[in-house]
């Protein structure tokens, strides 16, 4: 299981996190997990040269059945090329208590020469156990393909209300899972609640499943926006940014680029909180308890916010001159 998460860890990443593949964009700076269905090769493939931290063949909702068995053969290639475009790979499969994810599965690990995904997320997971299965299947491909057990890694999708009861046995049920990911429009229906462009009606599944997340020590992805509209994207997106998030899905290609935008530290952000930390320091080193700054107390908590977010600016820009 995934030790959990250390509340004053001063970088942003969660201290209970899985180390990183080589060349993989750490999961902590991964803003936007795209979500792209079907078996449309050519369109697929333009996804690797989108603004999309992630780029996920997304098996389950958005392909059809009845094109599931050609968008299947289709992952080697497009894992490779997306890989290729900069962009972490990853698949969506199918519940494994149904026989299309079994077949998904398989699947991803048919082609190892070509490539296999960086990480494989699955949908409605409501029990550890479950988690505890796909880890086991996942290990034995793996083995089979030559690659170090762990090399992929899982995200459990949180998609209902069972599951976001259990959503921090279920991040820590194996220690491949580096993330997970809450569901808006199925979370909705399983609630019964009226879906809204506000998303009032999924406020409480956000907060909890970050909390829950955090605890655990894994990144908690932000459900997708599912509607038109650019306010209401930016308005959801500042608003899992001021819960803590730092991921968000998405399904439309457009959405990826404002996400990435306004979960970036922004140069005046970066600037105040340097400046927070540097009153604070000097305070400190005066033998002052505490400091005020625009009129407000400068406390540890604040500070320590301060320094993870200059940390997590540095990383973004360390991972840009790559």
């Known amino acids: ?9 001063p970088s942003d990443t969660p201290s209970g996190a899985r180390p990183e593949a080589a060349g993989r964009r750490a999961v902590a ?12 090769l050519a369109d697929l ?24 068995a050609t968008a299947r053969t289709l992952i080697p290639q497009l894992m490779a ?24 599965l398989a699947a991803c690990f048919a082609d190892p020469q070509t490539g296999v995904p960086d990480a494989i997320l699955m949908p409605k997971v409501a029990e550890p156990a479950q988690v505890q299965r796909l880890a086991e299947s996942v290990a034995a491909e793996e083995a089979a393909c030559g690659l170090p057990v762990g090399a992929v890694e899982l995200v459990p999708n949180i998609e209902l209300a069972r599951g976001l009861m259990q ?12 993330a997970c ?18 998303g009032r009606e999924l406020a409480y599944v956000r907060e909890r499943f970050h909390l829950e997340c955090r605890a655990a020590g894994v990144v908690s992805i932000d459900c997708p926006y599912t509607f038109l509209d650019q306010a209401g994207l930016e308005a959801e997106t500042r608003d899992a940014r001021r819960l803590g998030m730092t991921a968000k899905s998405c399904v439309s290609p457009t959405h990826a680029a404002v996400i990435n935008r306004l979960l970036t530290p922004d140069a005046d952000v970066v600037a105040r909180a340097r400046r927070m930390v540097e009153i604070f320091d000097a ?6 308890g505490t400091v005020e ?18 940390v997590r600016a540095a990383a973004f820009a360390a991972a840009d001159a790559d």
């Open 81 to 104: 090329a997306w890989r290729a475009g900069g962009r972490v790979a990853a698949v969506r499969i199918n519940p494994l208590e149904t026989e299309d994810g079994a077949r998904d």
């Open 1 to 9: 299981m995934s030790a959990p998460a250390d509340p004053s860890a």
């Open 167 to 178: 959503t921090y046995a279920i991040a820590t049920a194996a220690p491949a899972v580096s």
């Open 29 to 40: 700076l991964r803003r936007s997990w795209l979500f792209a269905g079907g078996d449309d």
């Open 283 to 288: 305070a400190q080193a005066r033998g002052l």
């Open 181 to 198: 990911l809450v569901a808006s429009e199925d979370m909705a229906a399983d609630l019964g609640a009226e879906r809204g462009p506000d």
């Open 45 to 68: 493939l333009t996804r690797a040269e989108g603004p999309a931290d992630v780029v996920i063949h997304e098996l389950e909702d958005f392909t059809a059945p009845d094109r599931r």
């Open 293 to 310: 700054m625009d009129g407000v107390n400068l406390e540890v908590p604040l500070v320590m916010n301060a320094r993870r977010l200059i």
